[in-house]
């Protein structure tokens, strides 16, 4: 018998962790990049594209492997000079990455109103319990690319997540960050959708129904009024 309950399932990196790996490479590299004039914005766009290119391609490896190896290819990509201590130390910034300071309130104001809480991440499983430590709330469900075999926004990671929770549809809310790991490839699952626009980015009616939100403040608030009250996206 299906869980009646309805649950949240959080994208956890930019969404509930300030995830940002651009900010955190550049101090690592700057020396480098300056040392041949490589335009800082340049680099850091090529980089993040080619980090969804790694985890899009294919089936899951391991994910920290896929932020040193993308660095280490954009910088030779750019004629930089890159040493393996780079992604090492890439790596312990971004296990220490804190969490959005609404983020531990709003979840804790969901769990109390009866919702469960999920988080799906494109992480290994070892590197997301430092997030999970971080964000201090405990979990009902916590799956990885890891566990899917597969990353967001590919179907397997999204359909992994569903038979693990087994869900009605209509009991489902996914809340992320993630325009293009998650909000857009969402869409054909028919569920409730909460977009958190953190970086005011242009959406698409293409892709709606969604919310918006700029933060995790007001979502127990729309819970109230659009899922715990029946009514839906």
């Known amino acids: 018998m ?34 041949i004039g490589i335009d800082h914005a340049t680099f850091l766009d ?29 910088m030779l990509m750019h004629g930089a000079r890159y040493r393996p201590e780079f992604g090492a130390r890439l790596l312990d910034k971004a296990r220490n ?15 109390a109103s009866g919702v469960q ?27 990885t690319a ?12 999204f359909e992994h997540l569903w038979s693990v929770i087994d869900r009605d549809p209509s009991l489902i809310t996914h809340v992320a960050q993630g325009w293009d790991y998650d909000i857009i490839p969402t869409k ?4 409730r959708r909460v977009w958190v626009n953190r970086y005011g980015f242009p959406g698409s009616s293409f892709y709606q129904p969604y919310f918006e939100v700029p933060n995790l403040i007001t979502l127990p608030d729309l819970f109230n009024q659009h899922v715990l009250q029946g009514a839906t996206a």
């Open 2 to 35: 299906k869980n009646t309950r309805p649950i949240a399932t959080f994208d956890c990196y930019r969404t509930l962790i300030d995830f940002d790996l651009n900010r955190a490479t550049l101090p690592i590299v700057r020396a480098e990049l300056d040392e």
């Open 46 to 74: 090529n980089l993040r594209v080619m980090r969804f290119h790694a985890v899009a391609q294919g089936p899951y490896r391991r994910y920290q492997d896929l932020v040193t190896e993308t660095l280490e290819c954009c």
């Open 97 to 111: 990455f804190p969490v959005f300071p609404e983020v531990p309130d709003a979840l804790e104001e969901l769990k």
């Open 117 to 143: 809480l999920a988080i799906i991440s494109n992480s290994d499983n070892d590197f997301i319990r430092h997030h999970v430590r971080t964000i201090g709330v405990e979990f009902d469900y916590v799956v």
């Open 146 to 157: 890891e566990d899917a075999g597969w990353y967001k926004p590919r179907k397997g990671a």
């Open 188 to 191: 054909q699952y028919g569920i």
